[in-house]
Structures are given as structure tokens and as C-alpha cells.
């Protein structure tokens, strides 16, 4: 049966070690709510650290116990020594990847010796996760302390179903190239099927990040990279929607706990009935915007001095990452500040702001929710903000006023909260301002609105849906075998075979790209491999290309050999002249000549090639995403806009080329079947034009692509190399192509 495991830093439990004895209870919290339905079930497993060095669980029998009692719950912990904290968690995670994922990469401390903890710890993960997963298992690994895993898995175990969800932001490609490993860390996640992000802002910048690092191929939202494709999707978590709503409804008709915070609250506003809370929780970290919401505050005091004794903003910090200075000197920072506002506004009766430092139980959290007219929250950089969603589902009575900032995923789904930059402390001040004087109405207005939005994707659905797509994608998913495995049958099918028709693409087939197409002339050692294959008198061979035929014919004139031009325009037979396979007229390229000029002038360095039939916008010179976004646009009109010119557009290698609909290398290559009765077939190609032959081929044809996209062919080649070893070894002894290409075994192992 199939199983699925989650993978996480920490597992979801409490560990205590009191007198010799350990003891632990589960962990509430988003995650654990939002995969209940998947664990604890059906030999399903939960993989993580336990939260304490290795060194801190006294005697093997009592870590025995823990191991029987861990297991018993299908969880499976992983043991760190202090040296592995120090490093992997908090070195590399949280003083490199936390700081720089928030764009504060001054605060990163890159070092290799954090670097080698993470990947060794990374690999201790794999080893133990290994030892549980069969073939066609699912694994989900969670957040930034495992980015390398992935790939890890699938070179082990490549029918595995990897997913993977980043919890924080993705940067931009700016910040992000600011890690020294930052290739490897994009390896380790495109050894995924799916990767999550919550917002569509974090899953673009990925991909272009990937896009800049990595020699890969990238359709929408798939990457395909070395012969592996991952989806990458957006899937905004949300919270247990209901646990909030029944807490609250619960506390509004239940009698007050006597000592609660919610009977505290109640003896304060006896006397100050007049005061409206705002309130503010988050983990005491940098980039919750902590010290810009006090700064707001006191502006908005400073302002607004008829609101004094009025209002009083809650602020709830948890403790974390204590022992880390860079939170200690933060933790100062606001003591400091809260005692400074506090000093400069209170009055006899009166203290602006309440500071608590410390964790709650889930009642208590609660009551604040619920107490508090207005919930700020400002975090300069947040992947999503749960506390946005909770403050909101836990607004039974549907009055209050959300304050969030713009840098919060959350933002992106509840618009109608007030919006603001969280470094603009006058937009902070004037939100507040306008939140305190709502109407009731209008405060229900949006309030219902959110709610229905965080009801409608609560965290069970959040995992039902990644899951769900995951499980549908194949984890071996881009299946054609290398021709080179299968090469030995090829060859005695060649070898048997009395007429041969051979059909070869020139760039990016037999040629590697570069940025100066005019210079890919055929060098030596592609000529006599041509000359050779063509010399044999049982083979025809064609190149078929969108070049040119007047750049064709200069090249290979003198070759024994058949040259299609320009997709399939023009044919030109081994020391013929050249025929036109096309009849009709290109009255179409006045209109569309003029659409890529408007790009053309927009986008510096792409430019337009103009052949007989062929209209061509190149933009490989053009840097980054810019010319990438450039081609989507043109695709996009030119699909829309021109329906009625009878006209194609074949989106190429950095290039979009506009034809008659009726020009492919598909019905060229038809015409060219028709000449004999082939009992071989053999077609190569590596772009999309190269799929119009693929499809027109006999099912006994050989076709073959060549890099890592999507394809109708039967076959796969790396690169023009292993292409040019592969027709080798079809017109030679093997021996003679080891001799000619001088391939050693070690070699010989890089090319296949
Ligand atoms: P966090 O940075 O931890 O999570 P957040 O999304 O706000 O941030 O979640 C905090 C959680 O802790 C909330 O569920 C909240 O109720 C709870 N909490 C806060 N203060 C508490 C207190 N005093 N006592 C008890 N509980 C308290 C990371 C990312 C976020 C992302 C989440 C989920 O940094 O951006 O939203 O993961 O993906």
C-alpha cells in the first residue's frame, strides 16, 4: 500500500526529560491541524528532529523508550548533536537562508562550515527516510531546513512522488543570487514533482531565479531540468477555520475562567470602559516589523492626542531563537521602545501599550482575538501570517478592522483589510485613525467577506489540494529512454534495413547554440560524420531546418545531401536546385512585421529576421525574464489577434518565428516519405518545430529528441554531442567511434 510522508525540521511534539524520565505531548499548531487527515493514518509517517540535541536524551534504555514510544505514534525522529543544531539550524537555516529569504541579507553570516552542516544533516534525512519509503510512496517535505532533500530522495529513488512547500517568501532573483550556493539549493528542489508556494509573486521569482541559474527548460509553471519536470504551484495556506470560529462562539457564552486573560481584560475595562484594544501577536522576529508598528503607534499618539486613554495597543511577542544575539539585541531594541512610548504618553490612569513577552495557551489567544477592535499587523516580509487569518475567523460578533501589511502572502487573499506599507508609518497611523472610526456596517461589510474567504480554503484543503495535485503527476515524468541505452537495437534495425531515410535538424541537434547563429558553421568533424553517413549509398539524408536556404546551401552545397529550408518552404535535393514546397502568399507579413517592430522598439537587442515565408522575433540577446515575458506577450496576441491570417506561430529557442499555417517540417517530411518505400527512418530534432516531424512519422520510425522538453518522439539524446556519438555509432564499428572522438572510458561516461 502507498504511502505518504511528511518531512519537517521539527516534529510535531514536546519533549520534556524530567528525572530520568521523558515525556512528551503533541504540538498544536497550522501544520498538524492542517495534515491531520493524512497523519496519524494508514502507516502513514512523520519525519523530524526532536527539538533537543542528541546529547540531552540521557541512557540508551530511556532512548529505547523514546524511540517506541515516538515510532508507536508513526513518527520518525531524527537525531542532531549539538554540532548539527549549531550549524544546520542555526547557522545555516536561521543566520542565512531566514535572513536573506526576508531580504535583511546584511544580517546573513554566509560560511562554509554552516553550508557543509546543512547538507550533512540534509543527507541524514535522506539515509533515515530511505529506510521507510517504498517505490511509489509520497513524500512532502516542509520549509527551508530541507532544501537539498529532494534531490537527494529522487537520486536514490527515482519512482518516488516528491512534493515540497516553502512556508517563507522566495525572493527575487537579485536577493536570491546573493547565496553562495544558491545552485545547489535550486538542484535540490527540482528534484520535486511539486513544489508549493503561497503566493503566485514567491512561485514567479523562483522561476526566474531558476531560469537565470540553470540551463533548463521552462513551460508556464513546469521546469524541466536534466530529464525531470517540476510544476510549480501556488497554494496560499490557510487555517483551521472552524477551531477559531467554535472557540470564540464557545467563550462568548461560557462563564469567564476566574485568573484567565480574558477575566483580567474583563476587571480592566470596569474601570476604563472608554479604552478600544488593538491588538499585535508574532514571534519576536525581525521581520514581523515589530519596532515600525511601535514607531507608527507613537506617531499616531503623537497626532491624534484626543485618542490618549482612548486606546491601547496589545502586543503579544513570543520568545524565539533566544540564545541567537541578532534576536537578543531586537529584543532590547523593543523593551527599550515600548518603555520610551510608554513613558512619553502615559497618564496616572493610562499606559499605551501593553507588552507581553511570552507564549499563550489557544483560550487565551482567543480572548485577545476577541477583545480587540483592531489587529495591526506590519511584518516587513511574512511568506503568509496565520495570525491575520485567526484574528479574523475569530471575529464572531463580524465587527473589528484588520490592519495588514502589503509584504504578508495573506495580503494578497484578504483585500479587504486596510492595506499598507509597513514602512510608511503615516499610512500605519492613518489606517488606524480610519479603523477606530468605522461603522459597524462597514466593518461587517469586509469582515464577512475575509471570513467566507478563509472558510472556503481552510488548511485542510490547503493539504487536501497539494497532495491531491502531487499524487497526479508521475513521478517518472518524462519517460522516453536514452537512444544510446537502446542504441544496439537501432543499429540492427539500421543494419538490416535496405533503404534509410535520415532526418536531421541542424541547431541544437548536431550544433550547440550560441548567442551568434552565423557563426555555427559546420565544423570538421560534422562534416565527415556527414559525409560518411550520406556516403553510404542505402541512405538518404535531409537536413531540415528553419534556416535560411541560402545560408543552408553555403554551408552544405557540396555535401551529397538533401537541405529543407525555412521549416519546410523549400527543398533542395542532393545537387538540385532549389524547389518551393509553397504555394501560397505571405500577404500576411505586413501586419505582423509591424507587431514585432513594436516590440522590437520596445525591447532592446531582440530584432526581426525576415526569410521568403518566415517572419522571425529573436530574442536571445536579449537578458532574463525580460525577453522571456516579451515572447509570452507576442505568442498571446499573435494567437488571439490573427485567427483570421491563416497564419502559425512556432514558439522556438529563444525565438518566435510566423508562418503560413501550412509550412512544417511535418508535411515536408510527409512529401519525403512518399519518394520510397523506407524501411528505416531515423529523425532527430530538439525544438518544438522538430514535434510537427515527430508526429508525422510511421510507428517503426525512430525518432529522437534531444535536450529534456516534452515530446511525441520514441527516444531521448542529451545534447548535440551525444547525438553526434550516436550517428557515429549507427554508420561505424563502435571501436572507430571511441578512436575517432579518442573516447576513454571515463569520457565516454560524460557523453552518455
Ligand atoms: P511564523 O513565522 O511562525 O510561520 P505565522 O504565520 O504568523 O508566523 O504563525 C504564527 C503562529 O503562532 C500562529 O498560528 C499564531 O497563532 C501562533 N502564535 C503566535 N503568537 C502566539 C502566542 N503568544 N502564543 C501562542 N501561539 C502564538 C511561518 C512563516 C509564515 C507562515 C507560516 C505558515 O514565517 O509567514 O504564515 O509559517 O506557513
Same mark, same amino acid.
Given at each position: 500500500m502507498k504511502k505518504i510522508i511528511i518531512v519537517s525540521n521539527r516534529l510535531p511534539v514536546e519533549l520534556k526529560i524530567e528525572n530520568d524520565k521523558i515525556t512528551f505531548k503533541q504540538s498544536v499548531g497550522g501544520l498538524t491541524t492542517g495534515l491531520s487527515s493524512v497523519h496519524p493514518k494508514d502507516h502513514n509517517l512523520w519525519v523530524g528532529w526532536l527539538g533537543i540535541p542528541e546529547q540531552e536524551i540521557p541512557g540508551s534504555s530511556l532512548k529505547d523508550d523514546l524511540m517506541d514510544e515516538v515510532i508507536r505514534k508513526d513518527y520518525i525522529p531524527i537525531f542532531l548533536t549539538e554540532e548539527e543544531i549549531d550549524s544546520y539550524y542555526y547557522g545555516y537555516s536561521n543566520d542565512i537562508i531566514w535572513p536573506l529569504f526576508h531580504y535583511f541579507p546584511e544580517y546573513a553570516k554566509f560560511n562554509s562550515y554552516y553550508w557543509s552542516g546543512y547538507k550533512k544533516v540534509n543527507e541524514k534525512f535522506a539515509r533515515e527516510i530511505l529506510n521507510y519509503t517504498d517505490e511509489n510512496d509520497t513524500v512532502w517535505v516542509h520549509d527551508y531546513h530541507l532544501m537539498l532533500l529532494p534531490a537527494m530522495l529522487k537520486t536514490q529513488q527515482s519512482h518516488l512522488n516528491i512534493g515540497f512547500f516553502l512556508h517563507i517568501p522566495f525572493p527575487t532573483y537579485e536577493v536570491f543570487r546573493m547565496l553562495p550556493s544558491r545552485v545547489e539549493i535550486l538542484k535540490g528542489l527540482l528534484g520535486t514533482n511539486l513544489i508549493g508556494f503561497h503566493t503566485s509573486e514567491y512561485q514567479q521569482y523562483f522561476i526566474e531565479s531558476v531560469s537565470r541559474l540553470l540551463p533548463c527548460e521552462i513551460h508556464g509553471n513546469e521546469i524541466i531540468y536534466e530529464g525531470h519536470k517540476t510544476v510549480v504551484e501556488v497554494f496560499p495556506m490557510g487555517i483551521d477555520a472552524d477551531e477559531f470560529e467554535n472557540e470564540a462562539h464557545l467563550q462568548k457564552e461560557q462563564e469567564i475562567k476566574p485568573q484567565s486573560i480574558k477575566a483580567e481584560i474583563k476587571e480592566y475595562t470596569k474601570h476604563s470602559p472608554q479604552v478600544r484594544f488593538i491588538i499585535s501577536i508574532d514571534r519576536l522576529d525581525y521581520s514581523k516589523g515589530i519596532v515600525n508598528r511601535l514607531e507608527a503607534f507613537d506617531y499616531f499618539l503623537e497626532n491624534n492626542p484626543h485618542y490618549k486613554e482612548q486606546v491601547k495597543l496589545l502586543m503579544l511577542a513570543v520568545p524565539s531563537r533566544t540564545c541567537v544575539p541578532q534576536y537578543q539585541l531586537l529584543k532590547k531594541d523593543i523593551d527599550e521602545l515600548v518603555g520610551r512610548i510608554n513613558s512619553k504618553h502615559a497618564t496616572v490612569r493610562w499606559t499605551p501599550i501593553l507588552y507581553l513577552f511570552r507564549s499563550l495557551p489557544f483560550e487565551d489567544l482567543i480572548s485577545l482575538y476577541t477583545c480587540s477592535d483592531v489587529a495591526l499587523i506590519t511584518p516587513v516580509r511574512d511568506g503568509m501570517n496565520l495570525v491575520a487569518k485567526e484574528y479574523v475567523m475569530s471575529r464572531s460578533d463580524q465587527d473589528g478592522v484588520l490592519i495588514l501589511s502589503e509584504m504578508a502572502g495573506a495580503s494578497k487573499e484578504l483585500k479587504e483589510a486596510f492595506i499598507i506599507n509597513p514602512m510608511n508609518y503615516r499610512e500605519i497611523s492613518n489606517a488606524l485613525l480610519q479603523a477606530l472610526e468605522m461603522p459597524k456596517e462597514d466593518q461587517a461589510k469586509r469582515? %464577512?467577506?475575509?471570513?467566507? =474567504?478563509?472558510?472556503?480554503? &481552510?488548511?485542510?484543503?490547503?493539504?487536501? &489540494? !497539494? +497532495? =491531491?495535485?502531487?499524487? #497526479?503527476?508521475?513521478?517518472?515524468?518524462?519517460?522516453? $529512454?536514452?537512444?544510446? *541505452? &537502446?542504441?544496439?537495437?537501432?543499429?540492427?534495425?539500421?543494419?538490416?534495413?535496405? %533503404?534509410?531515410?535520415?532526418?536531421?535538424?541542424? /541547431? #541544437? =541537434?548536431?550544433?550547440? @547554440?550560441? /548567442?551568434?547563429?552565423?557563426?555555427?558553421?559546420? /565544423?570538421? $568533424?560534422?562534416?565527415?560524420?556527414?559525409? =560518411?553517413?550520406?556516403?553510404?549509398?542505402?541512405?538518404? +539524408?535531409?537536413?531540415?531546418? #528553419?534556416?535560411? *536556404?541560402?545560408?543552408?546551401?553555403?554551408? !552544405?552545397?557540396?555535401?551529397?545531401?538533401?537541405?529543407?529550408?525555412?521549416? #519546410?518552404? @523549400?527543398?533542395?535535393?542532393? &545537387?538540385?536546385?532549389?524547389?518551393?514546397?509553397?504555394?501560397?502568399?505571405?500577404?500576411?507579413?505586413?501586419?505582423?512585421?509591424?507587431?514585432?517592430?513594436?516590440?522590437?522598439?520596445k525591447i532592446p537587442d531582440s530584432f526581426i529576421e525576415e526569410k521568403t515565408h518566415v517572419l522571425a522575433w529573436h530574442y536571445r540577446k536579449v537578458p532574463g525574464e525580460i525577453g522571456v515575458r516579451g515572447a509570452r506577450e507576442i505568442v498571446q496576441m499573435l494567437r488571439t489577434r490573427t485567427m483570421d491570417l491563416g497564419i502559425q506561430v512556432l514558439n522556438g529557442n529563444k525565438v518566435i518565428e510566423v508562418t503560413a499555417a501550412s509550412i512544417n517540417k511535418g508535411n515536408a517530411v510527409r512529401n519525403l516519405m512518399r519518394q520510397k518505400d523506407y524501411d528505416f527512418i531515423l529523425a532527430i530534432g530538439d525544438d518544438t518545430t522538430d514535434e510537427f516531424m515527430f508526429r508525422q512519422l510511421p510507428s517503426q520510425a525512430i525518432s529522437i529528441k534531444v535536450g529534456t522538453a516534452e515530446s511525441a518522439a520514441k527516444y531521448r539524446l542529451k545534447d548535440f554531442k551525444q547525438v553526434r556519438f550516436f550517428l557515429y555509432a549507427l554508420s561505424e564499428k563502435e571501436t572507430i567511434v571511441k578512436r575517432i572522438f579518442d573516447i576513454g572510458n571515463e569520457n565516454k561516461k560524460q557523453i552518455i
Open positions: 469582515i %464577512k467577506i475575509m471570513q467566507d =474567504t478563509i472558510r472556503n480554503n &481552510n488548511v485542510k484543503k490547503w493539504a487536501t &489540494n !497539494f +497532495l =491531491t495535485q502531487l499524487e #497526479g503527476i508521475p513521478s517518472n515524468n518524462l519517460q522516453q $529512454e536514452s537512444a544510446l *541505452k &537502446n542504441r544496439k537495437s537501432i543499429i540492427e534495425h539500421y543494419e538490416k534495413a535496405e %533503404k534509410r531515410l535520415i532526418l536531421l535538424d541542424y /541547431d #541544437g =541537434t548536431l550544433v550547440g @547554440f550560441q /548567442d551568434n547563429p552565423e557563426m555555427l558553421a559546420p /565544423d570538421k $568533424e560534422l562534416t565527415k560524420l556527414i559525409r =560518411t553517413l550520406a556516403g553510404n549509398s542505402k541512405n538518404d +539524408l535531409y537536413l531540415i531546418s #528553419g534556416r535560411k *536556404k541560402e545560408n543552408l546551401e553555403a554551408w !552544405f552545397a557540396d555535401l551529397p545531401i538533401g537541405l529543407i529550408a525555412e521549416h #519546410g518552404s @523549400f527543398i533542395r535535393q542532393s &545537387n538540385k536546385d532549389w524547389k518551393s514546397e509553397f504555394y501560397g502568399k505571405s500577404h500576411w507579413k505586413k501586419k505582423i512585421q509591424k507587431l514585432l517592430e513594436s516590440y522590437t522598439e
